[in-house]
Nanobody, 131 residues
Framework: QVHLVESGGGLVQAGASLRLSCVAS????????MGWFRRAPGKEREFVAA????????FYADSVKGRFTISRDNSKNLVYLQMNSPKPEDAAVYYC????????????????????????WGQGTQVTVSS
């Protein structure tokens, strides 16, 4: 069992920066790849970024590539999402999630079952972006 709690959301001006954090309970944090997802009002939840168990491999949704950075600190059971140059369309509730597979041989294809296999989820943190 992994309990996830996000923090760091709030109001940010477009073009500024914001860092989200997610702390995991338990001693098995390194057993999981971690991901960030988001859900905007009236839209489906969408994938944002993922990181493998060691932090050696990451990948991003095209919409945030080059602006957002996912990282993790296994010594503190933390995963981060650094949001640089956010846009109004980035406004959403952001969720961190834990995937039971620690890593991947290659980036999972869009629409693959991998994205629906995240086992544990946080409660989410709201990000609002002012233009």
């Amino acid at each position: 069992q992994v309990h996830l709690v996000e923090s760091g959301g709030g109001l940010v001006q477009a073009g500024a920066s914001l860092r989200l954090s997610c702390v995991a309970s338990g001693r098995t944090f390194e057993s999981y790849a971690m991901g960030w997802f988001r859900r905007a009002p009236g839209k489906e939840r969408e994938f944002v970024a993922a990181i493998n168990w060691s932090g050696s491999s990451t990948f991003y949704a095209d919409s945030v590539k080059g602006r957002f950075t996912i990282s993790r600190d296994n010594s503190k059971n933390l995963v981060y999402l650094q949001m640089n140059s956010p846009k109004p369309e980035d406004a959403a509730v952001y969720y961190c999630a834990a995937h039971p597979l620690r890593s991947w041989a290659q980036r999972p294809a869009d629409g693959s079952s991998w994205y629906s296999e995240f086992k544990y989820w946080g409660q989410g943190t709201q990000v609002t972006v002012s233009s």
